[in-house]
């Protein structure tokens, strides 16, 4: 450097010096379908309205591994499952990977337009909000995706498809550009993208990691999962490819990141829940920072016993800082505390998520009545049971559930009071509440099984697909 300036003068070093770095990647998939918009592929479709779509492949987060872990019964011990090996491509559904290059880690992000902007990320406009969704099992060509990655052109028809054949309804217009022959579950199916734009969240983004076939997020592919580094890496990521015009690093720039997840995700949500549990106890960082929203995620009673005891952790943090704030504060407290939102179908083939949603919910009622005497003085406890509150029927199928309405209906409209439908929609709203006053408790009454451990609470009524998830092992889910 000493030689550079002698040779150049000062002024020519710091040119170079204020020099940005050369791109080493740019945006898109390598070896992505560039059938259709090529959604993942470099060079395809990233705008969905005001949400830019921007998949990104040779990260150091997330699954880098050809093979994941996945577990099977034990024929002769049918308490006991035997780990082994699988695949992650799924070529019945499409021809994309789910690593990149390799053995990279890939995953998307959905972010808002105005976040580009050269001053997004100047004081005066403050921080930003980051939702992580992870996708539900991928195994086989039931599924309507293989997650994220683009629909092979020579996949069956799938019934959880629907709305998206030029023939599903002659004489009606497609609910789906019919031109979009390899489309992407994200747009065509859950509209996380369109959902994004109509919340109005301008400051939040949302990455969506690719997992294995099981939903594997780790490195090797196991359930591991780093939430902040996932986040950093990501971060770092859009900076270097000039979407986000900062200096500044991750931890200055995003205020929350929250977890969500659909199905067989509820395997690595859990096991974050229950790292927080212990993490809290002996005083370190939790693996959940933030809000936690599952959409038919609870898999089995021990996932249910695990979130149970996250948000009871949860609750006794915020009753004590409640306590520890003048009375003046206490609503803004809650507006900005970690939440637990849930959802679960009610339709054709919903799975049966409904009862574990109920005990949920039942446990956070008692201990809500528990706490009584002490939440009373405050005159917030209507704002706090909002916070934690996971009783959403969505009368739509398990694999809708993201969207809020069938598959081949649009979401316009189709909401409370003719606004726009969507669980995802609802979701950002309920992450961002405005409390002005807080309402009366509800009826705190609940059934005496409650008072027990979950695994020890009766199962009768339990739908069958229920009943056949209880049969993974916990470290597993659906």
Not at 381 to 386: F, H, N, S, T
């Amino acid at each position: 450097m000493l030689a550079l300036q002698r040779i150049a003068g000062n002024s020519s070093v710091a040119s170079v010096l204020e020099q940005k770095p050369t791109l080493q990647r740019d945006i898109g998939w390598e070896g992505a379908s560039k059938e259709g918009h090529a959604w993942n592929a470099k060079g395809g479709r990233q705008e969905v309205g005001g949400i830019l779509r921007l998949p990104l492949d040779g990260l150091a987060v997330g699954l880098q591994s050809k093979t994941a872990t996945a577990y099977k019964p034990d024929p002769t011990d049918p308490t006991k499952w035997i780990p082994y090996a699988e695949g992650t491509a799924v070529p019945g559904l499409s021809p994309e990977s789910a690593t990149g290059k390799a053995d990279t880690g890939r995953a998307l992000v959905l972010l808002p337009q105005s976040l580009t902007a050269d001053d997004a990320f100047s004081d005066k406009q403050g921080t930003i909000d980051v939702v992580i969704f992870l996708h539900g099992h991928t195994e086989g060509t039931n599924r309507p995706f293989a997650g994220w990655r683009a629909l092979s052109t020579k996949a069956p028809k799938n019934k959880y498809r629907q709305g998206m054949y030029k023939e599903d309804e002659p004489g009606k217009p497609p609910v789906r550009d019919t031109s979009d022959t390899a489309p992407v579950r994200d747009v065509a199916l859950d509209q996380a993208e369109q959902q994004l734009e109509a919340s109005g969240e301008q400051r939040t983004i949302m990455i969506l990691p690719q997992g294995g076939l099981h939903s594997q997020f780790g490195k090797g592919g196991d359930y591991s999962f780093n939430s902040t580094d996932f986040v950093g890496k990501i971060i770092e990521r859009l900076k270097a490819e000039g979407k986000l015009k900062t200096t500044k690093g991750s931890q200055d720039i995003v205020r929350t990141v929250s977890m969500a997840g659909h199905s067989g995700a509820g395997t690595t949500l859990s096991a974050m829940a229950a790292a927080s549990v212990d993490q809290m106890k002996a005083g370190k960082p939790p693996p959940l920072t933030g809000d936690l929203v599952l959409f038919d995620a609870i898999n089995g009673d021990s996932q249910l016993g695990h979130f149970e005891d996250w948000a009871k952790m949860r609750l006794d943090a915020d009753l004590l800082a409640l306590k520890n704030n003048p009375a003046g504060k206490r609503i803004t407290y809650l507006q900005n505390a970690p939440k637990l939102r849930g959802y679960y179908s009610t339709g054709e083939d919903n799975g049966g998520y409904e009862r574990r949603y109920v005990d949920l919910q039942n446990t956070i009622k008692l201990w809500f009545s528990q706490h009584a005497a002490e939440l009373a003085p405050l005159d917030v406890a209507g704002c706090l049971y909002e916070n934690f509150f996971v009783l959403n029927p969505i009368p739509v199928s398990h694999e809708e559930l993201m969207r809020g309405v069938k598959a081949d209906q649009s979401r316009n409209e189709a909401g409370p009071g003719g606004g726009d439908a969507g669980t995802i929609l609802d979701a950002l709203h309920a992450l961002h509440p405005q409390f002005k006053t807080c309402q009366a408790l509800p009826d705190l009454t609940v059934p005496d099984a409650t008072k027990q451990p979950s695994k020890h609470r009766a199962r009768e009524g339990a739908h069958k697909g229920a009943a056949e998830e209880e049969k993974t092992p916990s470290a597993v889910g659906h």
